[in-house]
Nanobody, 115 residues
Framework: QVQLVESGGGSVQPGGSLRLSCAAS????????MAWYRQAPGRQRELVAR???????NYADSVKGRFTISRDNAKNTVYLQMISLKPEDTAVYYC?????????WGKGTLVTVSS
């Protein structure tokens, strides 16, 4: 059974930083790409960042230069380091992976950027 558990969300002022974590279980973590998505109120869920099993990364244009995705295969964990946060980054952030022709999601962690 694949499980993804996010943590690290919270409230931060504009310009602040947060690091999100996603602990995965039920898969051979090192073999699969992992991704972070987010969904703001009233908006569709969007891809924020993705990292392949080989470590190749890609980012949404809106977060390039501010967010960094990384993975620790020994800990079965993927991270999203976020700096220079903006109010428009406010959203629920979800961890995602595709395994055996299914897409798996965590329950999400809320990030609020407000002064």
């Amino acid at each position: 059974q694949v499980q993804l558990v996010e943590s690290g969300g919270g409230s931060v002022q504009p310009g602040g930083s947060l690091r999100l974590s996603c602990a995965a279980s039920g898969i051979r973590f090192s073999m699969y790409a992992m991704a972070w998505y987010r969904q703001a109120p009233g908006r569709q869920r969007e891809l924020v960042a993705r990292i392949t099993s080989g470590g190749t990364t890609n980012y949404a244009d809106s977060v390039k230069g501010r967010f960094t995705i990384s993975r620790d295969n020994a800990k079965n964990t993927v991270y999203l380091q976020m700096i220079s946060l903006k109010p428009e980054d406010t959203a629920v952030y979800y961890c995602n992976t595709d395994f055996s022709m299914r897409s798996y999601w965590g329950k999400g962690t809320l990030v609020t950027v407000s002064s």
